[in-house]
Nanobody, 121 residues
Framework: QVQLVESGGGLVQPGGSLRLSCAAS????????MGWYRQAPGKQRELVAA???????NYADSVKGRFTISRDNAKNTVYLQMNSLKPEDTAVYYC???????????????WGQGTLVTVSE
């Protein structure tokens, strides 16, 4: 099994910044894509940003130019630097990873427990 643990959420004023981290642990053979999703109250979970093992990135239009995703493959960790935060960024942010636990196992999708980001005065 693979466990994902997020950290770095909290309360921030509009225009402020936060950095989220997500560390993967457990029986990891390899991790391919990693990403961040978010779910605001009453809304569906949506992709925020994703990054391949090689470093290619993809962003939701709503966060382009404000958020940056990065990863440290040696530490099995993915980060989300969030700048110029807006009230509409308020949501629970979830870490996601496609990983396998041994050379013969297929990739499986894993999720973290989520971390709350609140953007408010």
């Amino acid at each position: 099994q693979v466990q994902l643990v997020e950290s770095g959420g909290g309360l921030v004023q509009p225009g402020g910044s936060l950095r989220l981290s997500c560390a993967a642990s457990g029986s990891i053979f390899t991790i391919n894509a990693m990403g961040w999703y978010r779910q605001a109250p009453g809304k569906q979970r949506e992709l925020v940003a994703a990054i391949t093992r090689g470093g290619s990135t993809n962003y939701a239009d709503s966060v382009k130019g404000r958020f940056t995703i990065s990863r440290d493959n040696a530490k099995n960790t993915v980060y989300l630097q969030m700048n110029s935060l807006k009230p509409e960024d308020t949501a629970v942010y979830y870490c996601n990873a496609d990983a396998s636990t041994n050379p013969l196992a297929a990739l499986a999708e894993y999720w973290g427990q989520g971390t709350l980001v609140t953007v408010s005065e």
